[in-house]
């Protein structure tokens, strides 16, 4: 019998607010633990939560730019479980009214585009931190407690571990465009917890689903839904029956392990939160967030392909991030020649960033320098090599690609009565080679053009060595 997956995720991004969702305390990571709390985070008795208007800007922008339907009143409610990282014995989310719904994502795979429908995007308050590996006891951080998050629920429309993959990455893209959450899977700043059931191909029936969880890179997914749906036929072509529960997988193992029973929302004991009115999002807003709305993935893959004329590879690199699109689109506006300042982009630039381990954004090569310093190639002014001698200058030294031309005497010499001379001399000093290029031999013209590159101390244009060397070759 051939199976089929069935694939929901449930995605948690912390939002890039300056404050907290209910109160004024910083929401930053990295900070010293427990320097970040107040009576609302922790729950204490008399404290009272206020919403955080940019918390509601910011879904409003995601829930915009995945087609959901903004809702105009929606609740929240008190979602009631016991575990050590919730001193308040519940968290604030919303259950039963979000503020959007029925949305989607479009994904790419195997060169086929299809869309991924979205259940809901709601707002909710993180938990704290519990950290395991420091003392002999497990140590509570109050900082992450009311981190603000928008959980975004996928339909169960997912078919295998690779669409799961290419959804994160559609949607990662959508929210880092929106610059909303920095989707940082290290920081914690993007979770995702997988769903999934197997069904006889065919079949409409959902089957009995499991839940996968600690999984910190959108390849870790895959590989925990791809170790889970191969789990699942085991057992049920051997004649077992799929428990619903949770598993936790195990990065280094490979493998997924048992956690607990899966719990259902009944166990939650939602209701109304007390202490919050219902949120109501006005017309104007919608429309002031759509007007906010920035170019997205899609629109602005398409865009370059037509205006800049480059190819898919270039185009998709270049638009992968934001931060890159716009380096680029800055870069170009110094060095029209739109193909040479993407190669770079793609091989100097993002070697660069690999290396210091940062975004373009932090570079001493600003778009500026790139396009100076590669207008001067372009023109003939300096070589691709001594470009590259000159771009790791500037990145080490933070200085101008125009004053290290001078100081590093990397000129290119382009006057072609002094070039003349050179490959005169050199074809003079070579008659032998001459002989054998005329007569068929054409790989010759490369030791040419090195031997007057060697006379030039590099110096020489190639281009303009290549064309004297046409010219009197066949004279």
């Not at 030791?447 to 066949?474: A, Y």
Request: hydrophobic share 35%; charged share 30%.
């Amino acid at each position: 019998m051939e199976f089929e997956a069935v694939i929901g995720l449930e995605i948690h991004a912390q939002l890039l607010t300056n404050t907290k969702i209910f109160c004024g305390c910083r929401s930053k990571f990295g900070d010293a633990p427990n320097t970040h709390g107040c009576p609302v985070c922790l729950g204490l008795p008399g404290s009272l939560p206020v919403l955080n208007r940019r918390v509601v800007e910011m879904a409003i922008l995601a829930g915009l730019a995945t087609g959901c339907a903004i809702v105009e009143k929606s609740i929240f409610a008190r979602k009631n479980y016991f575990y050590p990282d919730l001193p308040k014995g519940y968290q604030i989310s919303q259950y039963d009214q979000p503020v959007c719904e029925n949305g989607s994502v479009e994904i790419h795979i195997n060169e086929k585009s299809r869309r991924i429908g979205l259940t809901r995007i709601h707002l909710e308050e993180d938990a704290g931190k519990l950290i395991h590996d420091q003392d002999v006891d497990s140590l509570f951080d109050v900082n992450r407690c009311g981190t603000p998050l928008i959980e975004i629920v996928s339909e169960p429309d997912i078919r295998s571990p690779g669409e799961a993959y290419a959804f994160l990455t559609s949607l990662k893209q959508i929210l880092e465009y929106l610059n909303v959450c920095d989707c940082n899977m290290e920081e914690g700043s993007l979770r995702c917890d997988a769903n999934l059931s197997i069904r006889p191909r065919g079949e409409k029936k959902l089957g009995t689903k499991t839940e996968l969880k600690n999984m910190n890179s959108f390849r870790g997914v895959e590989k925990a839904l791809e170790y889970e749906y191969r789990r699942q036929v085991d057992v049920v072509s051997s004649g077992g029956t799929i428990i619903q529960q949770t598993f936790q997988w195990d990065a280094g193992k490979n493998i997924t392990v048992p956690m607990r029973g899966k719990e259902s929302a009944p166990d939650y004991r939602y209701f109304p939160e007390p202490d919050l009115v219902p949120l109501v999002v006005t017309e104007s807003l919608i429309e002031e967030m759509r007007e906010k709305m920035p170019e997205l993935p899609q629109a602005k893959y398409s865009r370059f392909r037509e205006q800049y004329n480059l190819n898919d590879e270039h185009v998709q690199v270049l638009t992968d991030s934001r931060f890159v699109a716009d380096y680029f689109e800055k870069a170009v506006s110094f060095c029209k020649n739109t193909k040479l300042t993407a190669n770079w982009v793609m091989g100097e630039v993002l070697r660069m960033c690999k290396e210091k381990r940062c975004d373009v954004d932090k570079l001493a090569v600003t778009p500026k320098r790139l396009g100076s310093l590669l207008s001067l190639v372009d023109g003939g002014i300096i070589s691709t090599n001594a470009a590259k001698k000159i771009f790791n200058r500037v990145e080490q030294e933070d200085m101008e690609p125009e004053y290290l031309v001078e100081e590093m005497g990397l000129k290119q010499i382009s006057d072609a009565p002094a070039l003349e001379v050179a490959v005169k001399q050199i074809l003079d000093a070579h008659p032998e080679e001459v002989k054998r290029f005329k007569e068929g031999q054409k790989k010759l013209r490369s030791f040419f053009v090195g031997q007057v590159m060697k006379m030039t101390k590099g110096k020489g244009n190639p281009k303009e060595i290549n064309r004297i060397l046409s010219k009197m070759l066949v004279d």
